[in-house]
């Protein structure tokens, strides 16, 4: 992951509503340290910057899930530019250089947060209300898009619509630039669908996250659920949830995983057990020391009905592990857009400043053996942006789940079989 991207992936985080991705296996070393306060140029500085890039090349070395780090010369580029990042007198620059490391393993899941950033990103993850405009960003290569635009919130009242690309905050490229800060007046410029340039003075309110989970009853005895993390929490109100639907069955469920960035590889097992009657094989992972399949057992009671899954390119991870093995054991049609890609198993680990290094230790496929890695699901039933509709308050990916589900029950009632 680029300093741009991850940097883009920490402002999204803070301009926007709604949480960004999370990892399939996460394991901390201990306890959070505090983060250390150095002075910006001093010779501590220079010694907290030379524990910090050893302690991250060391543990690249001995976890990374590719024994070559891919052909690339990793430790040989490490060792050629330590001296350069350590004596960087501030921790953006030295971060900088060590995520610009870091890139070249060319893993999503492989970087590092300064404490700071990983201070950002907790808040986030713990749902804490937080500075922000009222928009979410949605990320389409490396521009971002405006996706949703809360009602009553600074940007609704400037007249900011979905669909709009943002370009600058102060002046700064988006992926660069500063989290906004409450109280405080930022000017941002986007750019239309006609590529009409608006730019406009916000002031940063407390804004409160996104729910990450809802349900709802839709047409046609359709049950919809949505979850934006696989996580304990959540999965204990999806339990809840298909608990409550067994006992009055609904006609079809949605799973929207637009938002899911990710979380436990075994929370994303113990939700597909639910929509299988035996025990299945649901992956294989492999690194350095570990070459196993991941098998699940039956929940009960299992939802033997049709399913609809909705993606998009912030779906990552296990939601995309998800989705992918739904989809090839023909239990769930996929509809929406293509996944992100970003398919790795990771070891997150405290570093001596109090920052943050993921190392990708695993890789995963679906049972059959298909990689997701930078491929990524490709729907079913591909639903084509269109933020016109967004506008209008529409919803044509779940409009399309429900013809899907609609088409699923008359084929069922003439006994014919669909794709």
């Known amino acids: 992951m680029s300093r741009f991207a991850l940097r883009a992936l920490i402002v999204a985080a803070a301009l926007s509503l709604a949480a960004c991705a999370s990892i399939p296996y996460e394991k901390l070393d201990a306890p959070l340290p505090p983060a250390v306060q150095v002075a910006d140029g001093s010779p501590e500085r220079v010694a907290l910057n030379g524990r910090v890039w050893d302690a991250s090349v060391g543990y690249a070395r001995r976890l990374f899930y590719k024994r070559d780090f891919g052909g690339v010369p990793f430790l040989a580029e490490a060792a050629d530019r330590r001296a350069a990042a350590v004596a960087e007198p501030d921790e953006d620059g030295f971060y900088a250089r060590l995520t610009d490391l870091l890139e070249l393993l060319d893993d999503d899941h492989t970087h590092a947060l300064s404490p700071v950033e990983r201070e950002m990103v907790q808040a986030r993850e713990r749902g804490e209300a937080r500075a922000g405009f009222g928009f979410v960003l949605t990320a389409r290569g490396d521009d971002r898009y405006v996706s949703i635009v809360r009602p009553g919130s600074p940007a609704s009242e400037a007249g900011v619509l979905p669909g709009w690309r943002i370009e600058t905050v102060n002046g700064h490229p988006v992926l660069v630039a500063p989290p906004?800060?409450?109280?405080?007046?930022?000017?941002?410029?986007?750019?239309?669908?006609?590529?009409?340039?608006?730019?406009?003075?916000?002031?940063?309110?407390?804004?409160?996250?996104?729910?990450?989970?809802?349900?709802?009853?839709?047409?046609?005895?359709?049950?919809?659920?949505?979850?934006?993390?696989?996580?304990?929490?959540?999965?204990?109100?999806?339990?809840?949830?298909?608990?409550?639907?067994?006992?009055?069955?609904?006609?079809?469920?949605?799973?929207?995983?637009?938002?899911?960035?990710?979380?436990?590889?075994?929370?994303?097992?113990r939700v597909a057990s639910w929509f299988f009657t035996d025990e299945q094989d649901y992956a294989r992972i492999k690194g350095r020391i570990i070459d196993t399949r991941v098998t699940i057992d039956p929940a009960e009671p299992a939802y033997s009905g049709p399913v609809v899954i909705l993606t998009g390119p912030s779906s990552a991870s296990a939601a995309e592990l998800l989705s992918g093995v739904l989809q090839e054991k023909g239990r769930a049609v996929v509809v929406g857009g293509p996944t992100r890609g970003a398919v790795t198993g990771v070891r997150a680990i405290n570093?001596?400043?109090?920052?943050?290094?993921?190392?990708?230790?695993?890789?995963?496929?679906?049972?059959?053996?298909?990689?997701?890695?930078?491929?990524?699901?490709?729907?079913?039933?591909?639903?084509?942006?269109?933020?016109?509709?967004?506008?209008?308050?529409?919803?044509?990916?779940?409009?399309?789940?429900?013809?899907?589900?609609?088409?699923?029950?008359?084929?069922?009632?003439?006994?014919?079989?669909?794709?």
């Open 180 to 269: 906004p800060v409450i109280g405080r007046t930022d000017q941002l410029v986007f750019l239309d669908e006609h590529d009409v340039r608006h730019t406009l003075d916000l002031t940063a309110v407390l804004t409160e996250p996104r729910t990450r989970f809802e349900t709802r009853s839709l047409d046609d005895g359709v049950a919809y659920i949505r979850f934006d993390d696989f996580d304990q929490t959540r999965y204990d109100l999806f339990t809840a949830e298909m608990e409550r639907l067994a006992e009055t069955p609904p006609s079809g469920l949605v799973i929207d995983l637009r938002g899911n960035g990710g979380g436990r590889l075994d929370i994303s097992g």
């Open 351 to 419: 570093l001596p400043d109090g920052g943050l290094l993921r190392i990708g230790m695993i890789v995963m496929t679906t049972p059959s053996g298909r990689s997701l890695e930078k491929v990524g699901v490709t729907p079913d039933v591909s639903i084509a942006d269109d933020w016109l509709a967004v506008r209008e308050g529409r919803d044509l990916p779940l409009e399309a789940a429900l013809v899907t589900l609609r088409e699923r029950a008359a084929s069922a009632r003439d006994g014919a079989d669909l794709p």
